[in-house]
C-alpha cells in the first residue's frame, strides 16, 4: 500500500515538472549519494573534533594550575575565562557557549556551500547544454520556460541540497544546546533561502548571458568572504531607512533584508524568463524598467531619510545616492538597449507600421520608442530618469537651506544629462559592424565615465580652477559642493544638452540610413 502510494505520488511529481525528474535522475546516482552521505558526516566529526580539541582538559591542571579559555566557567581575562575545578579536578565548562559557536559556524558554513556550489553547478550545466545543442531543444518541449527554470533551480543543486539537508540534525541540535530562540533559527533559514534564491536566479541569468561557471562561483565566494568580514562592523552601524534604524530593530532589519533579496530574485526571475524563451531580446522590457526604476529609488532614497539630528549634511547624502544611481542606469542601459539586427529590423519597418496605422496615437514615433521593445532605449531611459528626478528632487527640495536646494537640483540635473549621453553613446556604437561592439560600447561608456576627471586631476586643474570642466564630468559634485554661480550651472546644463542633441541627431541619422540600406538590400534579393 504505501509502495503504491509513493509510485503515484511520484508520477504525479514527475508529470507536473518532468524537468525536475530528469535533473534528479542524472544527479542522485548511487555513487554521488554515498560520497555525500560520507563527506557530509566526516566533515561534521571533523567540526565536533575541533571543537573538542579546545575545550579545558585536566592535564593542563597539572601543567598549568591557572588555565584560561573561553569555555570556561570563571572571570574574564582578555577573551577568554579563568577555569573553575571541581572537586575531582575537572574543568567546569560552559557548554551553551560551545553549541553556540558550533551553531554559528554552521550558520555561516552551510549557506556559503550552498551559494558557492549551487552557483557554480547552475552556471556550469546551462554552458554545458548551450554547447550541446540540448538548450533549444528543452526549449522545443512543451513545458513553459518557467517549468524548466524552476527544474534547474530544483534539480541541477541536488547534491549541494543533500549535503547540506545531511548536516541539518547537527545544527538543529547545536541551536537547542545553545538556547537559540525559534525566531533567530527561522531567521537563519529564511535568510539563506532567500539569499540562495537570489543567487541562483542571477547564475541562471549570467549563464544564459554567456558567462562561466567559475566565474560565478569566484565571484560570489569573494562577495560572501567580503560580507563575512563587514558584518561585525555593522553592529556599530546605525542604519536608517524611512527614519526607522535597523540597527536597532531586529526584525526590521530582517524584514528589509528579505524585502531586498525578495524584489531581487523577482526581477532577476523575469530577466531570466525572457533570455531563455527568446535570447536576441534585451533582458528587461521597457515597461519593466521603470517599474523596477521606481521600486529601486524609493528603496534607495529610504537611507537618505534620516532624523534630524543626524542630518545636519544631506549634500553627501545626495552624492552618495548619484553613485548608486550612476551604476543604476549604466545597469539599465544595458538590460534594454537591443541588438545591432534588432535595431535594423526596426528602422526597416518603421515607415510601413507609420504609414499603415489609423489613429494618431498609432502613428506617433514616440510611442514606439517609449513602449516598443525593439526601438532604441533613449526615450525609455528618460522616462527612467524622470522617475527618478520625481522621487529624489522633492527630498532635495526639503533641505533648509536655499543653497543646498540648488546645489542638490544642480547636482541631479547633470547628472541625468550624463546618463542620457552614456545612453546615446552605447546606443550609437551597438549599431558598429563590429562583432565587439558590446565590448566597445563599454569602453567607451566607462572612458566618459573615468577619462575626464583623470585627466583633469592629472593636468592639475583642480575643482577651484577649473570648475566648468569639471561640470562636464562625474566629479560635477566637488564644484556644486563649495559652490558655483547660477550661470556657470547654465552654461554647463546648455553644454551637456548640445552634446546630447548632436549625438541624438547623429543616431537618428544612422538609423534612417540603416533603414534605407537593409530596404534595398531586401529589395533587390526579391527581384533577383
Not at 559592424?433 to 561608456?445: F, H, L, N, P, T
Request: net charge positive; glycine share 6%; charged share 15%.
Amino acid at each position: 500500500m504505501t509502495l503504491n502510494w509513493f509510485d503515484r505520488w511520484f508520477d504525479r511529481f514527475s508529470s507536473r515538472n518532468p524537468q525536475v525528474f530528469r535533473e534528479l535522475k542524472g544527479r542522485l546516482k548511487q555513487r554521488y549519494v554515498i560520497l555525500t552521505l560520507l563527506g557530509s558526516l566526516t566533515t561534521q566529526l571533523l567540526v565536533l573534533l575541533s571543537f573538542w580539541s579546545m575545550l579545558p582538559t585536566t592535564k593542563s591542571l597539572e601543567e598549568y594550575p591557572k588555565q584560561y579559555n573561553p569555555y570556561c566557567t570563571g572571570s574574564s581575562s582578555g577573551r577568554s575565562l579563568t577555569c573553575l575545578y571541581d572537586a575531582l579536578g575537572n574543568p567546569q565548562i560552559n557548554w551553551q557557549t560551545w553549541w553556540w559557536d558550533i551553531f554559528q559556524v554552521l550558520s555561516w558554513a552551510l549557506p556559503g556551500v550552498l551559494l558557492v556550489a549551487g552557483v557554480y553547478l547552475l552556471m556550469g550545466d546551462l554552458s554545458k547544454e548551450e554547447r550541446r545543442g540540448t538548450l533549444n531543444f528543452i526549449r522545443l518541449t512543451p513545458q513553459t520556460s518557467q517549468t524548466i527554470l524552476l527544474g534547474k533551480l530544483l534539480g541541477v543543486p541536488a547534491i549541494p541540497y543533500l549535503a547540506v539537508a545531511l548536516v541539518l540534525p547537527l545544527h538543529l541540535m547545536a541551536a537547542k544546546s545553545a538556547s537559540v530562540s525559534l525566531a533567530n533559527l527561522l531567521s537563519v533559514y529564511l535568510l539563506t533561502g532567500a539569499a540562495c534564491a537570489c543567487a541562483c536566479c542571477a547564475a541562471l541569468l549570467y549563464a544564459l548571458m554567456g558567462f562561466q561557471g567559475w566565474m560565478g562561483a569566484v565571484a560570489v565566494a569573494v562577495a560572501y568572504w567580503s560580507f563575512y568580514q563587514v558584518l561585525p562592523e555593522t553592529e556599530h552601524w546605525h542604519l536608517q531607512w524611512f527614519y526607522l534604524d535597523s540597527g536597532h530593530y531586529y526584525d526590521f532589519g530582517l524584514v528589509v533584508a528579505l524585502l531586498m533579496l525578495g524584489a531581487g530574485t523577482y526581477w532577476l526571475w523575469q530577466a531570466t524568463n525572457r533570455r531563455f524563451r527568446n535570447p536576441a531580446v534585451t533582458l528587461l522590457s521597457k515597461r519593466q524598467s521603470y517599474y523596477m526604476t521606481l521600486c529601486f529609488e524609493v528603496w534607495l532614497l529610504g537611507f537618505a531619510l534620516r532624523d534630524s539630528s543626524e542630518y545636519s549634511r544631506p549634500f553627501y547624502d545626495l552624492i552618495l545616492l548619484g553613485f548608486f544611481n550612476l551604476l543604476w542606469f549604466l545597469v539599465l542601459i544595458a538590460a534594454i538597449s537591443p541588438s545591432r539586427q534588432t535595431l535594423l529590423d526596426w528602422a526597416r519597418y518603421r515607415r510601413e507600421r507609420v504609414a499603415s496605422a489609423k489613429k494618431f496615437w498609432s502613428r506617433s514615433i514616440f510611442k514606439d520608442l517609449l513602449w516598443g521593445e525593439k526601438s532604441p532605449a533613449l526615450v525609455a531611459i528618460v522616462l527612467n530618469l524622470l522617475i527618478a528626478f520625481v522621487v529624489v528632487v522633492p527630498w532635495v527640495l526639503s533641505w533648509e537651506s536655499r543653497e543646498d536646494q540648488f546645489k542638490g537640483f544642480a547636482t541631479v540635473l547633470l547628472g541625468a544629462m550624463s546618463a542620457l549621453i552614456c545612453a546615446v553613446i552605447a546606443q550609437l556604437l551597438m549599431l558598429m559592424k563590429s562583432q565587439k561592439r558590446a565590448v566597445w560600447a563599454a569602453s567607451a561608456i566607462a572612458a566618459v565615465i573615468v577619462l575626464p576627471p583623470l585627466v583633469l586631476s592629472v593636468l592639475q586643474l583642480y575643482p577651484e580652477k577649473a570648475p566648468l570642466a569639471w561640470l562636464f564630468s562625474v566629479g560635477a559634485f566637488a564644484v556644486l559642493e563649495t559652490g558655483v554661480s547660477t550661470t556657470m550651472v547654465f552654461t554647463a546644463f546648455l553644454g551637456h544638452l548640445a552634446i546630447l542633441t548632436t549625438l541624438s541627431l547623429r543616431l537618428t541619422h544612422q538609423l534612417q540610413r540603416a533603414g534605407e540600406s537593409e530596404m534595398k538590400a531586401l529589395l533587390a534579393a526579391s527581384r533577383s
